[in-house]
């Protein structure tokens, strides 16, 4: 149990239509496998992950919860978005409605969640419209297109990115793009005091100590 | 009181009359309505408040509409109308238990009427933010009426308002301990039975609210706050495997496990601090903490899939509690049983334990510190010999003594599942050619010649001994081989007092007199000596003499040969006929025979014993099956049949469930017996301690019941046939099986090493490939230099063959302008000219 170390703690949640993946992208960022066909969401799933941020030289715990897709779940899992630091918006890259709905996600999110949050846009299951010829044929079209996904992340001010939970391709990158985007803010001292629950120092010390509060900016 | 009167002398018509109740509760309903002065409508809460206790049915009935919107609307505004708002409405809703079923339904009907809708228990949430003490306390005290009378409603609402977590776990770190205290109360019924909720407390992160209460609270010394804490932490992780994950995840389980003062990070082999393994346990209220947490250690120590560094340091925690700290029994108990039952991943047998022991006479303040031991020798000193080797209890058997043996039984039944386990600790008591074995202790017990009176003790080892020896054979045919050669030595039975194998001088167990015409034999075989113990106990049962008490003894230990015997000669002919040399038969007829009427559960026993024989006699020796026929039919195949179906009635045997081991013994009032004035004990120095018994353990009970039936079947069948029963032929399908599985596995084995070598050649060859691909690259590029150097050459050459013939013109117009030329230019030339 030695060496249970982290310097930050950050709660990240995973919103988005159902039947996107999320639950798919969460097993993937943890375990390193796919997911191939997971039941429905019910409520939220927890799972956490220790990444390293290089540049930065810190060790990060993401704490991540998983929330239901399904409607009759969408309050309860709002209940989520006011604590945490970043959320992934996810859509599937061959459903167009699915994209459609990220803007009734994002207004949730922006309604409910710290106006500091971190958001990354992530299109997901860019493995099966692959261009790969030897692959077998695309079983789905793909029906968002990169450019437009990346025009409108940009226009609401959200990071964006393709990924594969199938694949594992830009999985974890998704998460660190995240990551270092909120340790920025940490470092520009948006995350002041306790106002975000989301991100907690940690004495990197001792793993016995408790999470303290964060004390007054980084370092 | 007095505004009470004021307000009914204001009421009272003009003509003086007092009015009655519900006239006044009518008024003062109107009172409630918004149109009214603010203080007027508080003077009619206040009013109501008085009037609700008594009577509640009309307060209901006309003003709880009145009082909600006044809740709504006024309690932020004026915190003293929120106190009584909220007070009169707790004592609508409140249910009384105890209360008749008229006046319950009325709490229940009110309570329903509070939570038609969602407004009354979102506007609960937001009085929990807000910053008077009264309306914070009352609004928790309301929303815990609520929950206990519909939790499920309430917890709908809190899952869908917007900032009920919130403000609920804020209030876990509220400066006054009134309001944290009962927030905890309110959060404890709030996620019962409510994954979601759960979720989302753990989300806002009550876990690290609640550990730092505890922490500041001084930790398990605190106090019941400290115990609804962690039952609150119990409550948010027992059924709810996300929050588990969450929990393991994070770092708190290393304060759980300091909480009891256990090095979290302590390394294999190094013991367990002295401060873990003694500690102070006179508060009651630390025994309950403690409790909790060591609950909480077990459901961290349980994973599914391979342990990782907290399950081990979970599992280990609990080993060490339970074997070598001086925790109170039941707490030991609790640990004991909570090791996990995949216990065999861990290595017992490696792991080093201290134990200690109360001194005598010091009230359990001064402690001996025993030899290091494995956990193994520990925990199997434990089931023989009891806590502290019984200098506490000294010859009563208490209850809470025989459950902690009981745990520590079960904990060794799931280490020797693994057949080379069981079969390892049988070898180890089989003396090898030229050496003897170690007399192991718990052969020595097991081997103890019973002698009357009997000791207590002594029997109660013998017994566990029996029951311990029956699970290293249950399941393992090789374990019952080896058993077989078992000879222990003279000096096992001689009692010669602890051998080096004890690490405790035994001084509650006074090893029995030596028995002279043993030693005189040549040595005998475990399984002669059993069987003659098994004879020699029913001699001494037989006599009239014996006082009830010690004839309960004797029973017990018939009892614990007769079912280690039955399990071991289980498919074991071999057993079997050595059994039978030893003249088994005539010592088994003679209880079966009797018309004991009071007592089912000996002769039961023997008639299955004698039918585990006949069935499994199938080795040529001097009794055969046909010997034993004849006289199966003279005892009568239906009252054999009838005996061991008899067993089942018995209470003794029906009541051994799988978690219930230890029964109460029957009405045995021994005056209090304090061979020393004991520690943990004197502690609650009660003259009446309960004592236990035990006669079967579970795993006995379930090998009989999947197994009576062949045995019932199998004594109806002629001798000569080979096989009788459907179980029989199961039992060889089985082992057929087992056997394809075996060759399998050694196959699989092959293959695997056959794979692994092949794969290092295919490597070999990939290497030997890229080799001869860089070879030939080589080649071609040294190739084309070449090429390049002879085309090179050919060309120098006709430049040379140029200038030599230029040079020759060049000579001869030399010589025919006469200039001196030279000659053996010429020569050179014509040489040159040869050449070419």
């Not at chain 2, 566990?464 to 290293?472: M, P, R």
Request: glycine share 6%; aromatic share 6%; proline share 6%.
């Amino acid at each position: 149990m030695a060496g249970v170390a982290w310097h930050y703690v950050l709660k990240f949640i995973i919103t988005g239509d159902a039947a996107v993946g999320k639950s798919s992208l969460l097993i993937r960022l943890t375990d390193q496998r796919f997911l191939a066909n997971p039941d429905p969401t019910l409520g939220v799933e927890f799972g956490s992950k220790l990444i390293t941020i290089p540049e930065e030289n810190k060790v990060v715990k993401l704490q991540c919860w998983d929330t239901a897709g399904t409607e009759s779940f969408r309050s309860i899992t709002r209940s989520y978005y006011r604590g945490a630091a970043g959320c992934l918006l996810v859509y599937d890259v061959t459903s167009r409605q699915s994209f459609v709905n990220v803007r009734s996600w994002l207004q949730d999110v922006r309604e409910h969640a710290d106006p500091h949050l971190t958001c990354i846009l992530v299109g997901n299951k860019i493995d099966l419209c692959t261009d790969d010829p030897n692959a077998p044929a695309p079983k789905r079209k793909r029906e968002v297109t990169t450019e437009e996904g990346e025009l409108w992340a940009q226009e609401e001010g959200l990071l964006f990115l393709e990924a594969s939970a199938k694949s594992g391709e830009n999985v974890e990158a998704a998460f660190e793009r995240a990551t270092r985007d909120i340790l920025e803010k940490v470092r520009r001292g948006v995350f002041d005091d306790d106002r975000s629950p989301g991100v907690k120092l940690s004495k990197p010390s001792s793993g016995v100590a408790l999470d303290e509060q964060a004390k007054g900016g980084c370092c | 009181m007095e505004f009470l009167s004021q307000i009914n002398i204001a009421l009272r018509g003009p003509t003086g009359q007092p009015q009655s109740a519900s006239d006044t509760i009518a008024r003062l309903a109107d009172r409630l309505s918004p149109s009214t002065l603010l203080a007027d409508r508080r003077a009619a809460v206040l009013a109501l408040k008085g009037l609700s206790r008594d009577c509640k049915a009309e307060v209901g009935q006309l003003t709880l509409p009145g009082l909600l919107d006044v809740l709504q609307n006024d309690a932020e505004v004026d915190a003293d109308i929120g106190k009584a708002v909220l007070e009169t409405l707790i004592v609508l809703c409140e249910v009384d238990e105890n209360a008749p079923a008229a006046a319950r339904e009325l709490g229940y009907k009110h309570t329903d009427v509070v939570l038609a809708d969602d407004k009354i228990a979102h506007k609960l949430f937001a009085l929990m933010a807000d910053h008077s003490f009264y309306l914070r306390y009352s609004a928790l005290q309301f929303l815990s009426v609520l929950l206990q009378n519909r939790r499920q409603v309430v917890q709908n609402y809190f899952l869908k308002a917007p900032v009920g977590v919130t403000s609920l776990i804020a209030l876990l770190e509220d400066k006054r301990e009134i309001i944290r205290n009962e927030a905890i109360f309110t959060i404890q019924s709030l996620i019962s039975q409510s994954p979601e909720i759960q979720k989302i407390m753990a989300f806002e992160g009550a876990f690290e609210k609640l550990f730092n209460m505890i922490v500041g609270e001084q930790g398990l010394e605190g106090g019941v706050v400290v115990q609804d804490a962690l039952t609150c932490i119990d409550g948010l992780l027992r059924f709810n495997q996300s929050n588990q994950s969450y929990f393991r995840g994070s770092s708190l389980p290393p304060v759980l496990l300091s909480l009891v003062g256990f090095p979290p990070n302590l390394p294999f082999n190094t013991p367990a601090p002295q401060q873990f393994a003694l500690q102070l346990w006179d508060v009651p209220q630390k025994r309950a903490n403690v409790s909790l947490v060591v609950g909480l250690i077990g459901l961290l120590g349980r994973q599914a899939g391979p342990p990782d560094g907290l399950s081990i340091a979970c599992t280990r925690c609990l080993t060490e509690f339970g074997l070598a700290s001086n925790a109170p029994t039941n707490i030991k108990t609790q640990a004991l049983r909570l090791v996990p039952a995949n216990v065999s991943a861990l290595p017992l047998a490696e792991m080093v334990v201290t134990p200690y022991v109360p001194v005598p006479d010091t009230n359990g303040e001064e402690w001996d510190r025993l030899e290091p031991a494995s956990a193994l020798d520990a925990l199997v000193e434990l089931i023989l010999h009891g806590e502290y080797n019984n200098i506490i209890d000294g010859e009563r058997r208490t209850k809470d003594g025989m459950e902690l043996r009981g745990a520590a039984l079960g904990i060794f039944q799931n280490f020797v599942q693994k057949e080379e386990i069981s079969e390892a600790i049988v070898q180890a008591m089989v003396s090898q050619p030229g050496s003897q074995a170690p007399v192991t202790p718990l052969l020595y017990a097991l081997t103890t010649v019973p002698v009357s009176p009997l000791n207590i003790p002594s029997v109660t080892s013998t017994h566990f001994a029996t029951l311990l020896f029956a699970h290293l054979l249950r399941a393992s045919p090789r374990a019952k081989l080896t058993a077989r050669s078992i000879v222990p030595q003279a000096s096992a039975q001689g009692g010669g007092g602890g051998g080096g194998a004890f690490f405790v001088p035994a001084d509650g167990d006074a090893p029995p007199p030596a028995d002279d015409e043993a030693e005189a034999d040549e040595p005998q075989t475990l399984l002669q000596i059993l069987s003659e113990h098994l004879s020699l106990a029913f001699l001494t049962r037989a006599r009239t003499d014996l006082p009830d008490k010690e004839a309960r003894e004797w029973d017990r230990l018939c009892v614990g040969y007769l079912c280690l015997l039955i399990q071991w000669l289980w498919e074991d002919p071999a057993a079997v006929r050595e059994f039978l040399e030893a003249g088994a038969l005539g010592v088994l007829v003679e209880p079966i025979n009797q018309t004991a009427e009071e007592d089912a559960m000996i002769p039961g026993l023997c008639a299955f014993l004698l039918g585990v024989i006949y069935e499994f006699n199938r080795e040529p020796g001097e009794v055969t099956r046909s010997t034993i026929h004849p006289i199966l039919t003279r005892l009568g195949i239906d009252v054999l049949s009838g005996r061991i179906v008899h067993l089942r009635d018995d209470e003794r045997f029906r009541a051994v469930g799988p978690d219930n081991f230890v029964a109460a013994s029957p009405s045995t009032h021994v005056p209090p017996h304090h061979p020393h004035q004991g520690p943990p004990a004197a502690g609650q120095t009660k003259a009446e301690v309960e004592e236990g018994e035990i006669w079967f353990d579970w795993a006995f009970v379930d090998f009989w019941k999947s197994n009576y039936y062949t045995i019932q079947k199998g004594i109806t069948v002629d001798p000569n046939s080979l096989s009788s029963a459907a179980g029989q032929e199961s039992a060889i399908l089985i082992a057929s099986l087992r056997d394809v599985i075996r060759g399998q596995a050694a196959e699989i084995e092959k293959l695997q090493t056959q794979l692994k070598a092949l794969t290092n050649a295919s490597s070999e060859t990939e290497a030997l490939r890229a080799q001869v691909a860089s070879l030939a690259e080589q080649l071609q590029s040294s190739d084309q230099k070449k090429r390049e150097v002879e085309k090179e050459q050919e060309d120098l050459l006709v430049l040379l063959d140029e200038l030599n013939s230029k040079r020759r013109r060049d000579k001869e117009r030399m010589r025919q302008a006469n200039m001196d030329v030279s000659e053996d230019e010429d020569d050179d030339d014509d040489e040159d000219d040869d050449e070419e």
